[in-house]
């Protein structure tokens, strides 16, 4: 006798059809609000009223490697830029693993609660591979990201520091015109970035660990040079006594460099980002950092300078660009490779050749 066919106990039972659930009318109001791009003297309106969103996408336009977006991106600065220059603007690196994002969330977050409105841009490195960026920095300063006194703002490093750099700076008058006094400007490590974001503070910041070496060591990193503050960082539980140790080094070390034309003597310090502790003591040093650098009129003398270099770098990075974008030398440019490539040319000829013709046209 034939069994009848049972069905088995994984086997599915179709379930009610769901309705629909995508408005058309939603999609369409969605879609026509992302359509419309607002002004320059809207996106300057908001800048001016704290409005962060509006912050936001100017950033983006400044940003943006679209030919398009440059014109009404410099309309946005020049409308910001008497608004600006009344922010400290601090400078924060150190070696991947040494805890910037978790020592910038607790300064940032002991800076709002006294008070003071802060924006921190944070630089990331781009895969040279991949030619992506993770931008998590929001993710790791959880707490900060929620505070209404607070804005963060990752940027990508992309393939050239020069042009991030000129984009950070320009996004730093974006913020001190939307009302942001203290400005925090996270590198994407020890390395060239450093010198670029030197030049756009008024106050450079080290992080380092103990264990590090000892002052023979920092000695070889120029990075220490630039410093105006040294702070040992995971100063907690069995580092203490380590980190105690790397600050008496780093004393040792700062003693046998060239005195700063600031007239300031940079200090050592140590804190413990996750336990925050010894936070305050770094925005006293800070703070005296600042008095000194104002009553003797270096803060002005720095700042003019600064104006000057970055009026330069921007002419090099506009020449730069405009001889590689432009249709002959695209060209010529892949032409000049190939020779190479093949010892036809040599690489100086090559070179010469093709300025040659680019001052031609």
């Known amino acids: 006798m034939k069994t009848p066919n049972k069905k088995s106990a994984l086997s599915e039972i179709h379930g009610v059809d769901q309705p629909e659930t995508l408005s058309t009318v939603v999609a369409h109001q969605i879609q026509q609000f992302r359509r419309k791009q607002p002004s320059a003297e809207e996106l300057i309106a908001g800048i001016l009223k704290g409005d962060k969103t509006a ?6 336009l400044v940003e943006s490697t679209n030919p398009e977006h440059l014109a009404k991106a410099n309309e ?3 409308g910001c830029l008497p608004h600006a220059n009344n922010s400290v603007r601090i400078g924060i690196t150190g070696v991947p693993g040494v805890g910037k994002s978790t020592f910038i969330e607790a300064f940032g977050k002991y800076l709002t609660s006294i008070g003071k409105k802060v924006a921190v841009l944070a630089v990331d490195p ?3 591979i991949s030619h992506g960026s993770i931008l998590g920095d929001k993710t790791r300063m959880e707490e900060l990201v929620k505070d209404e006194n607070a804005y963060i703002r990752p940027s990508a490093s992309g393939d050239t520091l020069g042009g991030v750099a000129r984009k950070t700076r320009e996004t730093i008058i974006l913020c001190e015109a939307c009302g942001f ?3 925090i400007i996270e590198t994407v490590g020890v390395g060239q970035s450093e010198t670029a974001v030197h030049s756009m503070v008024d106050f450079f910041l080290l992080l380092k660990i103990s264990g590090a070496g000892d002052e023979l060591q920092g000695i070889k990193r120029g990075i220490m040079e630039m410093a105006d503050t040294i702070v040992i960082n995971k100063a907690d539980g069995d580092n203490v006594a380590k980190a105690k140790l790397a600050k008496t080094e780093f004393n040792r070390a700062l003693h046998l460099f060239p005195a700063k034309s600031s007239g300031w003597i940079p200090k050592v310090t140590t804190c413990s980002a996750y336990e925050k502790t010894g936070i305050d003591g770094i925005w006293e040093i800070i ?3 600042f008095e000194l650098v104002k009553s003797n009129h270096y803060f002005e003398e720095k700042r003019h300078n600064q104006n000057q270099f970055w009026m330069m770098e921007t002419i090099n990075e506009q020449l730069k660009s405009h001889f590689y974008n432009h249709p002959n030398i695209i060209q010529l440019l892949e032409e000049n490779k190939k020779a190479v490539q093949n010892n036809e040319i040599s690489p100086f000829a090559a070179a010469m ?4 013709q680019y001052f031609k046209k």
Do not use: C, N, P, Q
């Open 55 to 60: 912050l936001s996408r100017a950033i983006t």
């Open 181 to 183: 006094d203290t400005i």
């Open 287 to 289: 703070s005296e950092y």
């Open 126 to 128: 781009s895969s040279s």
């Open 353 to 356: 050749h093709l300025l040659e």
């Open 76 to 78: 946005v600065i020049k």
